[in-house]
């Protein structure tokens, strides 16, 4: 069959005769079984990679719930650019570098598998980018930090996916990560220790904070003093600036992590891309060991909370930071350990991570939203669990671990898994960190302070919530920052763009700690200019919210001596007379 069409030539994008006798009704019997494999396989890897994608709302509200109110929206659009840029950068050069061996996009022999295949692992690669968006919420700025994700998408993963996944050397030498518990998620864990370290914590978050000035500091660009870390309480208290709190929105977070939930049973069994020719057995199998760890993920975060607290009181940050770790500990040996070892991975896992979380604040490490701590110690923990718990019978005959009969091939099973933990890691430091100072010498990779006290929604993305039209001291803070780099005068586009790519490091040199007006306006507080009428409005209301308040003891008074009268419930619901409250009253004293 032949298709010829003057002036265009569709060599190398049209299917072949084998693809098109697969693909045809008339088609022999044995052509029409390998169609059906191949249409199945390639729908659950569709479906499947779907599922992961979506993954991308479960991580934005998860970490949006941890953040101020006027940083909300920046969260959510780091969350859609990393999908978007992403994509791109994966395409165009990352899956090349990944897969270049075992894959191709070009031409259609293979082209549903190979497409459906390009899908899938892109979105690992978007979920390994998102890890640092989480952990650096809330100060970094915002194009900066579109480049650091492109690098992480379009590079670090790709090249980690190779060595492991793309016949590379470690998968050579016997390296087992199933889903990626090392590959997705120590790295993006590592790369984003190695930002957050080089960022610097919020604005508030550590009262004490003494900036990084030990002997190994210049690794580091340390731009700020020690106070530009703390919370400035005149900007607190005229409402300039929200407070930092560990956790705004409960409900919210718990149901990002009911998406991740839902992401990562697809997450792990979309590893085997395919469920035929027993594939479908693996499906099973990883599904139910994933659900499995994160259940004990989830107890485990439950009995750290309660140990922690010395009480029966589990918190809500605990609870989700355990499961999602029970999940990534998970992805590793999903397919390899069996049942009854699942539960134990799981709790192992949540508990390394809440250790970690209360590492990182030890020693001054903003985690924004535990994202290192959930992803870090329970990617390297679930590596590990492979050389432990394998076992023969579940999935891979060659892969066996120590605690089921491995011996000597267990001992060496350990080793590839620390070889390949080490390297893996090691990769992600050096990309990460070559990355981030080349960010921070040409563009800058913090927000100013000004824009960390206003709110990334406005400074970044014009959203205001209405405070800045009724707050007249946030107004003159934006007015004043603004007016200190020019942002307002007219300019033309090249002049913005190049403004929008190292705008940052303007401001920051335009807002030194003596000189700023910004700094000024925080300890000192505005200057005012009140006519006397203004005054005397003031003084009129503060009389009037006295004369209300007293009003309303009074008559609180009032009600109270008439209970006390006729007899009153405690607040057991038991009537009391005004004799034995009075009893009661004398008993006390």
Not at 57 to 71: I, K, R, T, V
Not at 128 to 147: D, E, K, Q
Not at 210 to 228: G, M, T
Request: charged share 15%; aromatic share 10%; with cysteine.
């Amino acid at each position: 069959m032949a298709m010829n069409i003057p002036g265009l030539n569709l060599t190398g994008l049209l299917p072949d005769e084998r693809w098109i006798a697969e693909m045809t009704f008339n088609a022999p019997d044995e052509c029409k079984i390998e169609r059906g494999q191949h249409r199945a396989d390639v729908i659950f890897v569709l479906t499947c990679a779907a599922r992961i994608v979506q993954m991308q709302s479960g991580f934005a509200m998860l970490e949006s719930a941890y953040q101020q109110p006027n940083n909300a929206a920046n969260i959510m659009m780091k969350n859609m650019l990393d999908l978007c840029i992403g994509v791109l950068a994966f395409f165009l050069f990352g899956y090349y570098i990944a897969y270049h061996d075992t894959h191709t996009l070009t031409g259609l022999g293979d082209a549903g598998t190979d497409l459906a295949h390009f899908f899938c692992t892109f979105s690992y690669a978007t979920t390994a980018a998102t890890i640092n968006s989480g952990a650096l919420a809330g100060r970094v700025a915002f194009f900066p930090y579109l480049v650091l994700s492109t690098v992480m998408t379009g590079l670090l993963y790709p090249i980690c996916a190779y060595l492991a996944w793309g016949n590379g050397w470690l998968q050579e030498l016997g390296f087992v990560d199933f889903a990626g518990s090392v590959v997705v998620h120590q790295v993006g864990a590592i790369s984003a220790l190695v930002s957050t370290c080089f960022l610097g914590p919020r604005i508030g978050r550590f009262p004490s904070y003494r900036a990084w000035k030990r002997p190994w500091s210049f690794l580091w660009i340390e731009n700020h003093d020690d106070a530009y870390y703390r919370e400035p309480e005149e900007a607190v208290e005229k409402k300039v600036f929200i407070p930092f709190r560990k956790c705004r929105h409960p409900v919210q977070l718990l149901f990002g992590t009911f998406l991740l939930l839902v992401g990562f049973l697809a997450f792990n069994p979309a590893s085997t891309f395919k469920t035929t020719l027993g594939a479908d057995l693996v499906v099973a199998h990883a599904s139910a060991t994933t659900l499995l760890a994160a259940a004990g993920g989830g107890v485990g975060g439950m009995v750290f909370s309660m140990l922690y607290t010395r009480s029966t009181v589990v918190r809500v940050p605990e609870l989700t930071n355990a499961v999602i770790a029970g999940l990534v500990a998970s992805c590793a040996p999903a397919a390899v350990m069996p049942l009854s070892v699942s539960p134990l991975v799981g709790f192992v896992a949540a508990i390394l991570s809440l250790i970690m979380e209360e590492v990182l604040a030890h020693f001054q490490i903003d985690d924004a939203v535990g994202a290192v701590a959930a992803h870090g110690p329970s990617g390297a923990w679930g590596a590990i669990a492979v050389a432990l718990f394998a076992q023969k019978s579940c999935v891979n005959p060659d892969v066996v671990g120590i605690f089921f009969g491995g011996g000597d091939a267990g001992w060496t099973l350990l080793g590839n898994q620390l070889i390949g933990l080490f390297l893996l890691s090691g990769i992600s430091i050096g990309i990460t960190y070559i990355s981030v100072l080349l960010i921070e010498i040409v563009a800058g990779f913090r927000c100013t302070r000004a824009c960390e006290l206003i709110g990334l929604d406005l400074w970044e993305h014009q959203f205001d919530d209405g405070s800045v039209s009724t707050n007249k001291h946030k107004a003159m803070l934006l007015d004043r920052a603004t007016s200190s780099v020019n942002i307002g005068a007219p300019k033309g586009f090249w002049e913005n763009f190049v403004e929008a790519m190292n705008g940052h490091s303007a401001r920051r040199a335009s807002l030194t700690p003596e000189s700023s007006p910004v700094k000024s306006y925080d300890m000192r507080g505005p200057p005012e200019e009140k006519s006397l009428q203004d005054e005397v409005k003031e003084l009129k209301k503060t009389v009037d919210l006295l004369q209300a308040q007293l009003a309303l003891l009074a008559l609180a008074k009032e009600r109270e001596d008439d209970e006390v009268a006729r007899g009153r419930q405690d607040i057991f619901g038991v009537r009391q007379s005004s004799a034995s409250a009075e009893g009661i009253r004398e008993t006390s004293l």
